[in-house]
């Protein structure tokens, strides 16, 4: 495990004062956690996404708080010095601000993360506005949201027109306001995002598929090594590809057993010669009675 010191909310603004970008990662278990932790990931993020990436739906709603705690409980023992983020799932914060920080702060004190993030602007800045209130750091998700996905038109494209471009930007002073340290804007115009970002006050603006000019990048982990198969969004970069290789390492696996090369004896245990024959004999006496 690293040696790193813990990362906390100052340092991530002196970053940002210093004008260095922030690193931000999808996370959803124990090893992957690890070598992020390893590699110096600065934002961890438990997304809802890991209903699609992990278990396999094709959104983000049926997503549960249990299955948001158990999964961020394993990247917590596997990075304890990222600043850790929860994502609130779909109906856990919707329906009122007294629900928001109930759950808010069974996130907080059921799996050790750092904050929490939701959805939406105006509308869900009171519900930010109590869960900071409460003492608990939050961060805002704008542009594509995919609990919302549906309403918007499906996953594309956020803001291209102006008077939708203005909506975001008056969402993000919103939640800004309301006490948010953070903002992601996903699949926001790259010239949105900037003008959000200079803008921001006392708010950190974190851009997946928005562009270089937010204070820090954020990736699917899964798009990032070719992990998702069904597909892969314009804006991941794939810095490796895992997924061809763990597919070629299974259809290898296979073809082995079936062909009886696999094990070797290198690959299981023996019993001494001497012990066997004990064992046998054993065995033999047993027969005779």
Known sequence: MS???KVTLPYLFKKVDAGEPLTMLTCYDYPTAYFQEEAGVEIVLVGDSLG???????STLPVTMDDMIRH??????GTPNAWLIGDMPYMSYQPSPETAVRNAGRFMAETGCDAIKLE??????????????AGIPAMGHLGLTPQSAGALGGFRLQGKSAMHAKKIID???AIEEAGAFA???????DRVCQIITER?????IISLGSGPYAHGQLLIYHDLFGLYPKFTPRMAKVYGNAGEVI???LKQYVSEVKEKSFPEPKNYFGIKDEEYEELTQILKDEETF
């Open 120 to 133: 939406g602007g105006v509308e869900m800045a009171d519900r930010i506005a109590a869960i900071t209130a």
């Open 52 to 58: 699609m990436t992990m278990l396999g739906y094709d």
């Open 247 to 249: 597919l070629n390492g």
């Open 3 to 5: 040696d790193r010191k």
């Open 183 to 189: 903002i992601l804007l996903e699949l926001v115009p």
């Open 72 to 77: 961020t409980q394993a990247v917590r023992r």
């Open 171 to 173: 969402d993000a002073k």
């Open 200 to 204: 921001a006050e006392n708010c950190i």
